[in-house]
């Protein structure tokens, strides 16, 4: 039989021809892959900062009906419904802010469920074991709930069935000076401030913002809680949550789910990385300063916690204005103090 002419003949793909197509399809996915993340990334960002509008609204929702924003979180005296803010042994554990306004995010039915005359846990196992001080009763069940409203989708450790959070409501600003209260040695650990929204016992009015809703910081975004797993095998399963109420162990006391405009934001870091709650403790002993941020006073030292996100270049505020801001981590740093304490004179002008 003859041959079938060359212009009739099927005719494949050669090695070189393959290799070529392979490297486009390579150069396309390297090309689109960023983008691809970048539009993730965007996306979440844009649920995270939701998130925060969602309980600025609440917090404001709570204020219309309470005349008063809550307290950061409740720490009570036997007896009382208050005890100053260096009491830190011999109390009850009462809600945080977290947990006071769940009734505002259409949480009602579990709000419902907890005894606000027992203890809140300050930090649990993830096996269920109940919770550090807590009192095995519905509030270390509700504890132990993963609470998505208060979770950044960004956060690695904001992980299905945690109750993780990423929101902590700003009680003050400044250096470690300003801070009501240093636990530890010498004066440079733990530190309790009450110069702005929700601290301590707070009870403030919108009035009392005298440098103007506008300027001041009611909650933010914080990647520096204690996750899962962030303590290593020597206690592999403690973790604080967002329904965690405050660590009263003295010296090495912790204020609740709250920090202070102090520390610039994201500027711990832990071993040459940045430190989070994967990877670092709750307080800063373990940490350093990132170089590249101002350097915070001498005087810091050991800091209960810090602002910051996995987010790059900055983290969300929600305002106590009601809208939400996202801050650059390269703010002036007495700026950033300012804006964290509710009745300083500043900052003029605000974040413009």
Avoid at 7 to 23: D, N, P, Q
Avoid at 187 to 193: C, D, K, L, M, V
Wanted: net charge neutral; proline share 6%; glycine share 14%.
């Amino acid at each position: 039989m003859p041959s079938l002419p060359l212009s009739r003949r099927k005719r494949g793909f050669t090695l070189i021809e393959l290799l070529v197509v392979i490297a486009i399809i390579a150069v396309l996915v390297a090309l689109l892959l960023p983008a691809v993340q970048q539009a993730r990334e965007a996306a979440r960002r844009s649920s995270c900062k939701n998130n925060l509008k969602q309980l600025v609204l609440a917090l404001h929702n709570y204020h219309d009906s309470a005349k008063a924003f809550p307290s950061g979180f409740i720490y009570a005296l036997p007896g009382s419904t208050t005890a100053p803010t260096c009491q830190t042994t011999g109390g009850r554990r009462g809600a945080s802010w977290t947990v006071m306004i769940l009734p505002m995010i259409d949480e009602s039915p579990l709000y419902n469920t907890l005894n606000f005359n027992n203890n809140f846990a300050q930090y649990s196992w993830f096996n269920g074991g109940g919770g550090t001080n807590g009192d095995g009763g519905p509030n270390d069940v509700a504890w132990q709930l993963q609470m998505v409203k208060m979770q950044c989708p960004s956060d690695p450790y904001s992980i299905s069935g945690t109750p993780h959070t990423d929101y902590f409501g700003c009680d003050g600003g400044g250096a470690l000076t300003a801070a009501t209260c240093n636990l530890g040695s010498g004066g440079t650990g733990r530190a309790f401030f009450s110069n702005g929204i929700l601290y301590q016992n707070s009870r403030v009015r919108i009035g009392d913002v005298t440098d103007g809703s506008s300027n001041t910081f009611l909650i933010g975004e914080s990647n520096y809680m204690l996750a899962l797993g962030a303590r290593g095998a020597s206690a592999p399963g403690d973790f604080w949550g967002w329904a965690s109420g405050m660590r009263d162990s003295g010296g090495t006391s912790l204020p609740g789910i709250v920090s202070a405009a102090s520390l610039p934001i994201n500027s711990v870091l832990l071993n040459g990385q940045l430190a989070n709650g994967g990877n670092c403790d709750t307080a800063f002993g373990n940490g350093t300063i990132d170089p590249t941020f101002p350097a915070p006073p001498a005087e810091q030292g050991i800091q209960s916690r810090t602002f910051g996100s996995f987010h790059s270049g900055g983290c969300h505020f929600g305002m106590a204005d009601g809208s939400v801001q996202f801050v650059s981590a390269n703010i002036n740093l007495l700026t950033y103090y300012s804006l964290g304490i509710m009745n300083d004179g500043g900052p003029i002008g605000g974040l413009q």
